[in-house]
């Protein structure tokens, strides 16, 4: 199978979507296959051979049809894969990510945050902080959510084994600090909901970031964030 683009990963299940799909498909290929990485990471591109060294498989194809950056998005969406920021380093097996669902259905049967899955999580918290640490142009409503994440990510730190507890913890390690450090105000907190009980103190809501929107500036105002005590 050859390609330009690292879409493939043969560390989980996915060797075993991708077998099936390209049986499906009747695509033949090598039940033993080799990874790039045998071969430091060397990308071979289909569009850079001539059609008559191209399997026959693959040299009926059209131009568009043999491009990478058109083909792997469709094996990308086929197998429901999703991409992981560079700055994220984590890795969660099938396993893993069922046992982390059965946890959050069973402690939040009917929050809205359990018929997510955990990896979209982690990736919108992630995703939050770096918003944060450059400019957040959202609302307080919208803030507050986005806080509420890492209620959910708290969660299942707090249920889950040790090892899964302490693998999580270290994914989210980095974001976390990040957005400690960009917190002011430390001594005033936002009210956090009642809806997840917790029994780590949650740092997240004790003060605010410090490069505020408009929006969330205003809001601030209204709900007197800024006042002094009297």
């Known amino acids: 199978f050859y390609s330009e683009e690292k879409v493939l990963t043969f560390f989980t299940d996915n060797h075993l979507l991708l077998s099936n799909y390209l ?8 039940e033993e296959l080799i990874l790039t990485s045998d071969f430091g990471h060397d990308h071979l591109s289909l ?6 060294q191209l399997p026959p498989e693959l040299a009926r194809l059209s131009h568009s049809e043999l491009d990478a ?8 969406e ?11 380093s984590f890795f969660l097996t099938r396993k893993e990510q069922e046992e982390i669902a059965a946890l959050m259905k069973a402690a939040l049967p009917n929050h809205e945050f359990a018929e997510i899955e955990f990896g979209s ?5 992630s995703d939050f902080v770096t918003e944060c640490e450059n400019l957040f142009e959202g609302d ?5 959510q986005c806080l509420r994440i890492r209620d959910a990510i708290q969660l299942v730190i707090e249920i889950a084994p040790p090892e899964l507890s302490a693998k999580i913890l270290s994914i989210v390690r980095e974001p976390d600090q990040t957005f400690s450090a960009i917190l002011t105000d430390r001594r005033k907190r936002l009210d956090a909901p009642d809806e997840i009980t917790l029994r780590q103190e949650r740092f997240w809501y004790q003060g605010m970031v410090t490069r ?9 105002i209204r709900n007197g964030w800024f006042k002094r005590p009297s």
């Open 78 to 88: 086929a197998l429901e894969m999703y991409q992981v920021e560079e700055g994220l």
């Open 121 to 125: 999580l982690l990736l919108d918290w």
């Open 212 to 220: 505020q929107g408009t929006v969330l500036r205003r809001d601030l």
């Open 47 to 52: 569009l850079g051979f001539p059609r008559e």
């Open 69 to 76: 950056a058109l083909f792997c998005q469709d094996i990308v």
């Open 140 to 144: 307080l409503w919208e803030y507050k």
């Open 23 to 30: 049986h499906r498909h009747d695509v033949p290929y090598d």
